[in-house]
C-alpha cells in the first residue's frame, strides 16, 4: 500500500525526491527489522545488559539484582513474621515492575522480533542432547522436558521443580544472582561477587557434566 | 555454555561486565548525578560463606532450569507457561531460605 502511494506520488521532480527519500527509508527499515529478527550477537546483546547497571543507577541509586524480586514477592504476599522478609519493600517495588519489564520483553522478542528459526546452538551440543533423548530445539527450552505434561515424570519435576526451588534458595543464600554479583558486582570491583560468580560457574559444570546426563535420561 | 561448545553467553556475560565497569567509571570519574540530582552510590558487598554455598547450590540449579532469574521472567513472556511453577518454586526457595537463615553457615 505504501509503495503504490509513493508510485502515485511521482509526478515532479520534487516528488521524485520525495520517492527516492521515502524508498530509502523503506529499505532501511528492512534492513533493520532483518536484523532485529536475526539472533542478536553477543556483542550487541551483552552491552545493552551492561548498559542497564548505569541507568538504574542514575534513574535513583537503583543496584542491578534481579533475584532481590524473589524476596520482595516473599515480603509482600507471605513474610509469616520472619525477620528476613519484614522490611520496606514497596520502597523496592520499582524491582517488581523491572521483572514484569522482562517478561514483557520476552514477550515482545518472541511474538514480533522473532524469525521463526529454531534456537541457535552448537550442532555437536544438539547431537549430544539429541542423544539423550532431547529432539525439540523450536525455541527457548526444549518442550519434551519443559511441558506441564512433562511436570507430572520425575525428569519434569526435577527440571522445574528442584530446579527452581535450587535457584531461588541458592541466589538469596549467596546474596544475588548473575545480575547482581556477576555483572553490577564484578563492574563495581568487589571481590565476594567474583567468589560467588566462579561458584556460579563450578555448581554449572558440574550439574552439566556429571549430573544433568543421568537426569535427562530419567 | 557449560559444555563449552559455545561462546555465546560468556560474550554476553564479559562484554556486559566491560561495558558496566567503564560506565561505573566514568560515574566515578566526572561525578555524574542521578536524575534526582543525588550522588552514585554503589553499595558494597560484604563476604560471607553464603557467597560459596549459595553460590553452588544456585549454580546447580542454573545449569537444571537452564535460566538464572531473569531469564526466568523472559521464558514466562515467551509462551513457556510451565515455567510459572519453576518461578513459584525460586520464591519458595527464596522463602524457605528466610526460614532457615539463622541456622545456615554464613
Not at chain 1, 523450536?138 to 519435576?157: A, K, V
Not at chain 1, 535450587?166 to 555483572?183: D, K, L
Request: aromatic share 16%; glycine share 12%.
Amino acid at each position: 500500500m505504501k509503495l503504490l502511494f509513493h508510485v502515485n506520488s511521482i509526478g515532479t521532480n520534487y516528488s521524485i525526491a520525495i520517492y527516492y527519500r521515502y524508498l530509502c527509508l523503506d529499505v532501511l527499515w528492512l534492513v533493520i527489522m532483518d536484523f532485529f529478527k536475526q539472533p542478536w550477537p553477543w556483542y550487541v546483546a551483552g552491552p545493552l545488559i551492561g548498559l542497564v547497571v548505569p541507568t538504574l543507577l542514575l534513574i535513583g541509586n537503583k543496584a542491578f539484582g534481579v533475584s532481590s524480586s524473589l524476596r520482595h514477592i516473599c515480603a509482600a504476599c507471605l513474610p509469616a513474621n520472619i525477620p528476613f522478609f519484614k522490611y520496606n519493600w514497596k520502597k523496592e517495588s520499582w524491582n517488581l515492575f523491572f521483572v514484569a519489564g522482562i517478561m514483557f520483553g520476552g514477550y515482545i522478542a518472541t511474538q514480533y522480533l522473532s524469525g521463526n528459526h529454531t534456537v541457535n546452538i552448537n550442532p555437536q551440543t544438539a547431537t549430544l542432547l539429541k542423544q539423550q533423548g532431547v529432539n525439540d530445539f523450536s525455541g527457548l527450552l526444549p518442550g519434551d522436558i519443559f511441558s506441564f505434561q512433562q511436570l507430572l515424570t520425575l525428569r519434569g519435576f526435577i527440571f522445574i521443580v528442584i530446579g527452581g526451588f535450587m535457584v531461588g534458595f541458592g541466589t538469596r543464600y549467596a546474596g544475588g544472582c548473575t545480575s547482581g554479583h556477576a555483572i553490577m558486582g564484578i563492574s563495581t570491583l568487589q571481590w565476594p561477587s567474583m567468589v560467588a560468580t566462579c561458584c556460579f560457574m563450578i555448581g554449572g559444570f558440574i550439574m552439566t557434566w556429571f549430573i544433568l546426563p543421568y537426569l535427562i535420561q530419567q | 555454555m557449560f559444555r563449552l561448545q559455545s561462546f555465546h553467553m560468556y560474550g554476553i556475560i564479559g562484554s556486559a561486565i566491560l561495558v558496566g565497569m567503564a560506565s561505573v567509571l566514568l560515574i566515578k570519574h566526572f561525578q555524574i548525578k542521578t536524575l534526582p540530582g543525588e550522588a552514585v552510590v554503589i553499595p558494597t558487598k560484604k563476604f560471607h560463606w553464603g557467597n560459596v554455598y549459595g553460590g553452588l547450590i544456585f549454580g546447580l540449579g542454573w545449569a537444571i532450569t537452564g535460566a538464572c532469574p531473569g531469564p526466568l521472567f523472559a521464558q514466562i513472556g515467551s509462551g513457556f507457561g510451565v515455567i510459572t511453577v519453576t518461578l513459584l518454586s525460586a520464591i519458595a526457595g527464596t522463602w524457605v531460605y528466610g526460614l532457615l537463615r539463622d541456622k545456615l553457615p554464613h
